[in-house]
């Protein structure tokens, strides 16, 4: 389970992020390339772009629900 208080500090702003403990599986780079990047200087993704049309949101959460370590959290649910 993601865990807000362990969001890293790189995320841009918004509901999606990305914690500690990713392992930079690229994962969620692949589903929504749009919206996670990796970060060379930590080596771990982030969430450089947050969605706004409903194919962004879904492609986040499919992203989200992929993610093999649940490192992925949306504020907002």
Not at 40 to 54: F, K, M, Y
Not at 61 to 77: H, K, M, R, V
Request: proline share 9%.
């Amino acid at each position: 389970m993601p865990n807000i208080e362990d969001r890293s500090p790189e995320n841009i702003p918004g509901r999606y992020y990305v914690d500690s403990s990713c392992i930079d599986c690229d994962l969620c780079r692949e589903l929504a390339p749009a919206h996670f990047m990796r970060n060379a200087d930590i080596g771990l993704s982030i969430v450089h772009r947050q969605p706004i049309t409903p194919e962004e949101i879904s492609q986040c959460e499919d992203a989200l629900t992929g993610c093999p370590t649940e490192s992925i959290g949306n504020d907002a649910q």
